[in-house]
């Protein structure tokens, strides 16, 4: 699984080769797009929406001097180094005295294991107004318009783009004005207040591309995490056996 995260390197220089993905959706294409993703950093995005109301198609890229870190393969990957710390720093004729000695490295390994999977299968909820207030919104040329927002986020193997489309509500209409909470995708009619102003989300798309190496990842996640789990119950079996064999 590690090996996953240490992708193969471009040339001599030893530089994570960058990939590039095609935006998919299986419902319109008011979104397309390519990411190119190296690493844990997107270091490029190109994407056309097609606004509803007009039919107008708007075009917008990363600046060339940006890149946005993904959080959540970073801590994956550092998880994933703790584990292997845990299982290697030991003097390599270290001999384990108890079975209660390997069942808490077990415990210990299986933890960062189960909290480098989850950060790639549990994307971070957020409010509508931290995604408005995120440097993403400054990462495009040209700018972004102020009624689009847009969020990246991993999903087990899939990288994740959703575009939300904004229309800004009147003061007569507040009366009925409720705020979204958290949330990984946020559904049409979400309100929020972000500045003097208040909104509401018209048009959700969401678009996504399967990156396989993180496929791979989850498989070794799930494989390691089971091998570990054979291993305490053999100890479990033997210590068992131990403790009530007949003198």
Not at 21 to 48: E, I, M, P, R, W
């Amino acid at each position: 699984a590690s090996h996953r995260f240490a992708l193969p390197s471009s040339g001599s220089g030893g530089a994570i080769k960058p990939e590039s993905f095609v935006l998919s959706t299986s419902g319109t294409d008011q979104v397309k797009g390519v990411l190119t993703l190296q690493g844990d950093a997107l270091c490029q995005a190109d994407v056309n929406l097609k606004m509803p109301r007009n039919n107008q198609l708007l075009h917008f890229a990363f600046r060339e001097d940006k890149q946005w870190k993904l959080q959540q393969i970073q801590d994956a990957r550092n998880h994933v180094n703790q584990a292997i710390y845990l299982l290697m720093n030991r003097d390599v004729n270290y001999q384990f005295k108890t079975g209660s000695e390997v069942l808490k490295l077990m415990d210990a390994v299986m933890l960062q294991l189960s909290r480098a999977r989850n950060r790639l299968t549990t994307p971070a909820t957020l409010t509508l107004p931290e995604i408005a207030s995120s440097g993403l919104t400054k990462m495009f040329t040209p700018a972004l318009p102020p009624d689009v927002l847009v969020n990246f986020y991993i999903n087990l193997n899939k990288l994740c783009l959703t575009v939300y489309q904004l229309h800004v509500l009147q003061p007569s209409t507040t009366k009925n004005f409720r705020p979204a909470g958290g949330s990984i995708l946020h559904n049409p009619g979400a309100m929020f207040e972000f500045g003097t102003q208040r909104y509401e989300v018209s048009h959700v798309h969401k678009v996504e591309c399967v990156v396989p190496w993180l496929n791979d990842a989850l498989v070794f996640f799930t494989v390691s995490l089971q091998l570990c789990q054979q291993l305490k119950d053999k100890i479990s079996v033997f210590s068992s056996y131990w403790n009530y064999r007949p003198y």
